[in-house]
């Protein structure tokens, strides 16, 4: 899967996982923060997202130091993903 690809589905899991129907991902940039930002997240929803990934991609994302660095956008989110992929 490539860059695109991967935040693409980033995107998709996270309308799937956290009910965001009505937010238009499309206009959410690969450096937007997930918190304080458009989407604004919280500490449920972030627990929430965290579980799906670890699920969907075989990763880990084990203390609240790698989770805030892992969301702090779509692009840390791949950048987690790909540096534990294979």
């Not at 860059?3 to 129907?21: A, F, N, Q, Y």
């Not at 304080?36 to 972030?46: N, T």
């Amino acid at each position: 899967m490539n860059r695109d690809e991967l935040i693409s589905r980033l995107k998709t899991l996270m309308v799937e996982c956290l009910h965001l129907e009505d937010f238009d991902l499309a206009d959410l940039g690969e450096d937007e923060p997930l918190f304080g930002g458009k989407l604004d997240l919280d500490s449920i929803e972030a627990l929430e997202l965290v579980l799906r990934l670890e699920k969907e991609f075989g990763i880990r994302i084990a203390t609240s130091e790698e989770s805030k660095k892992a969301l702090q956008s779509l692009g840390t989110l791949a950048d987690t993903i790909e540096g534990q992929a294979g």
